[in-house]
């Protein structure tokens, strides 16, 4: 494809929505560029590969942060997908669309068209839901989701029934009207194999002779004509190509992707650029900046009942669960662990959930080193219930070390630097203390292994989670949308500001983070995009 009309670099959740979309009519060429490789790979395909694919650098670009004073100095990993699908190729898959009050916040913030009807739109084309109220949610997407109802372990409809003791209700669909409760999480999965936005959306659209998907290129920089970004440079197998687009350039690296190579092309902070000795062709000192993310923790607890422990723990265990799933594509290899959850008030004076809770069946109080402990959980029955901010206050960055395209960019995360978020997360972990203390949890807990029930006050209780959160994975608003080029960096048609041509589409131009999960607000806003691009180059 010598002359596509676009150009989108990144085949991640939402470059897959795009290449689709944009290349449906049969009027335009698109071409999909992809540092990664393909996706069809066993662990990538199986719901619980995740456990694998966390530390794979063939399918991760395994990122680190820096050291971060506000988890005691840890250095945090960061998992970003480098395949066909992206992140939704190596997540856990939990679908989850976010409040209403989210998406009307990024359109009350001068970003007309992206309030929750719009969005909620998009959700119903995308999906195709087995729960819920039909006015509410799709039922002919091509994105078929799944709700581990059968499969789900029994303590968990213990948990359940301690939380609806202490006052939270059941609530059958996150996706709905409300999403306060707890309850079972959707899942991307389709007859026990994972559906990523590559299998969604990008494998029925590639034989379509408009679209030309390239992986293994990673690409170096965008090319220009005064400031109208004509095209992309991109390296594989050793070669530099240079490739034109006829209509616009579309970034959707992710949040960590997207950022870095607009710093590399001139995008972003002047003084940071010149630094480099990189020339400027746009000054915007939020390129890379206004990064949020969910941080999560979790208390752990010894069970007096068998858990999933005792069925992936023995190689017996692992043996049966492979072999069931080989063969009938069921099992606990066939789910994410991540099976159940909620959302919670940590006051009553919230007008919305400002926390997001975790329900596994199974602990890792023992990791193992260098693989994601799910596969390898604790020799003892255990279960563990974790928790995140919703809407966390603190801010980090993401920039560039150098003139390097493939030297990874430096995070600072700066995670529970605000102090709001501090005090939502012990909050959140004294709840967590009482659900565990209620029956009939409580009937099946043998003691607490973490932080263990000698840390009881409040100064050693932030210590510990301090010491033990991380992100869960949901990096954000690196390219945010807004109107004012001096507060944002793409216009509400996801336009870079200052520059012609340029569009970034993926969750970095979030003008704020979602409540839940941010894979399918990513997917979303890649189908909102499409339109905005197909209108403007009708």
């Not at 979790?298 to 069925?311: D, E």
């Not at 004076?349 to 994601?372: D, H, I, K």
Request: net charge neutral.
């Amino acid at each position: 494809m010598d002359n596509p009309d676009f150009i989108i670099v990144g085949a991640g959740s939402s470059g897959c929505v795009m290449a689709e979309r944009l290349s449906a009519s049969g009027r335009h060429k698109v071409l999909l560029l992809e540092a990664g490789g393909d996706d069809r790979r066993f662990f990538v395909q199986m719901p619980l590969g995740y456990g694998k694919t966390f530390f794979d650098k063939r399918v991760n670009w395994m990122y680190r942060a820096e050291p971060d004073p506000g988890l005691a100095g840890n250095v945090d990993h960061w998992p970003r997908g480098r395949v066909l699908g992206g992140s939704s190729s190596i997540n856990a898959m939990v679908w989850v669309r976010g409040a209403r009050a989210d998406f009307d916040e990024w359109r009350d913030a001068g970003n007309p068209g992206w309030g929750a009807d719009e969005i909620c739109a998009a959700f119903r084309e995308i999906e195709c839901a087995a729960i819920g109220d039909d006015s509410v949610r799709g039922r002919s997407g091509p994105l078929k989701l799944f709700v581990p109802d059968r499969t789900v372990h029994p303590l968990t409809r213990k948990w359940f029934e301690s939380a609806q003791a202490i006052g939270l209700p059941m609530n059958p669909d996150f996706n709905g009207d409300s999403q306060d409760g707890v309850g079972l999480f959707e899942f991307t999965i389709h007859k026990g194999r994972r559906l990523s936005s590559a299998r969604a959306f990008l494998r029925p659209a590639m034989s379509r002779p408009n679209l030309r998907v390239i992986t293994g290129a990673h690409v170096t920089g965008l090319t220009f004509e005064g400031q109208r970004a004509t095209g992309v440079t991109y390296m594989r197998r050793g070669k530099t190509v240079a490739i034109k687009a006829g209509c616009e350039v579309v970034l959707s690296g992710g949040s960590v992707n997207s950022p870095q190579l607009l710093q590399l092309s001139g995008i972003g902070p002047a003084d940071h650029l010149q630094s480099l000795g990189i020339g400027v062709r746009a000054d915007n000192a939020h390129v890379g900046r206004n990064l949020e993310d969910h941080i999560g923790t979790n208390y752990t607890f010894r069970a007096n009942c068998p858990t999933i422990n005792q069925q992936l723990g023995p190689w017996w265990g692992k043996l049966s669960a492979g072999l069931r799933y080989v063969l009938m594509r069921d099992g606990p290899l066939s789910v994410s662990l991540n099976q159940a959850g909620g959302f919670i008030r940590t006051d009553t004076g919230r007008t919305r959930p400002n926390m997001q809770l975790y329900f596994q069946a199974f602990s890792t109080v023992l990791p193992r080193p260098g693989e994601r402990p799910i596969l390898s959980p604790d020799p003892w029955p255990g279960f563990s219930i974790g928790w995140s901010n919703c809407r966390p206050k603190s801010r980090g960055e993401i920039m560039i070390r150098s003139d390097d395209p493939f030297e990874p960019p430096k995070i600072a995360a700066n995670a529970l630097s605000h102090q709001d978020d501090v005090a939502e997360m012990l909050a959140t972990g004294k709840i967590i203390r009482r659900m565990a203390a209620t029956r009939p949890l409580a009937d099946y807990i043998e003691t607490e292994l973490l932080p263990g029930p000698d840390v009881i006050e409040d100064e050693a209780l932030i210590e510990d989670f301090r010491r033990r959160s991380g992100t869960v994975y949901h990096p954000v608003a690196t390219c945010r949308m807004g109107p004012d080029p001096a507060r944002s960096v793409v216009d509400s048609r996801l336009r870079v500001h200052g520059v012609g041509g340029l569009r970034v589409v993926d969750c970095s131009v979030f003008p704020n983070i979602v409540t839940g999960n941010t894979n399918a607000a990513a997917m979303a806003t890649a189908w909102r995009a499409s339109e905005l691009v197909l209108q403007d180059n009708a």
